[in-house]
């Protein structure tokens, strides 16, 4: 493959880094609104993808992903056989994930399955975790203000940053 072709795909497949927690509401209708600064990073898509996920405490949560991050696994597969297992792994995902869009006011509708799945009622935790917002249940417990620092070393430390 020739450079200028990689440097495209790298283009077309980068969003940016996305960080930062928020708590946030769902609305009556259990509508989210994805931040202006997100959108920006995510590069303004009108739709993005909702696939189920773990925070970093292990607890279920929805992540919210970039078309161009959810659509780069595609292209990874282009060419490969059907019966690659591989195949039926995405399938799997795809299966699992839902395609929902953004209103003019940058709010996505939560799909049933995910409200359950992650135990989505009223308040939530929005936090951006480098290709993907996670959104999991506000139990009031800890606070997006609160910073674990042996945590934040030792990762530090795990990638020489």
């Not at 991050?69 to 297992?85: A, C, K, V």
């Not at 799997?92 to 929902?100: L, Y």
Request: proline share 5%.
């Amino acid at each position: 493959m020739s450079e200028s072709v990689k440097a495209k795909q790298s283009e077309f497949t980068y969003v940016g880094v996305l960080v930062d927690t928020v708590c946030r509401s769902l609305d009556p209708k259990k509508r989210l609104t994805i931040s202006a600064g997100w959108r920006e990073v995510m590069r303004q898509p009108d739709y993005v993808y909702l696939m189920p996920g773990k925070n970093g405490a292990g607890v279920s949560c929805v992540d919210v992903i970039p078309p161009q991050i959810f659509d780069s696994l595609f292209r990874e597969m282009q060419g490969m056989s059907r019966t690659d297992p591989r195949w039926s792994a995405v399938n799997f995902i795809c299966d699992s994930a839902s395609q929902v869009y953004l209103d003019i006011q940058g709010r996505i509708r939560i799909p049933e399955k995910f409200l359950k799945f992650a135990g989505l009622e009223d308040k939530v935790v929005m936090a951006g975790s480098n290709d993907r917002i996670k959104v999991w249940h506000d139990d009031g417990k800890a606070s997006p203000e609160e910073i674990d620092l042996d945590a934040f070393e030792a990762a530090c430390n795990l990638v020489n940053f």
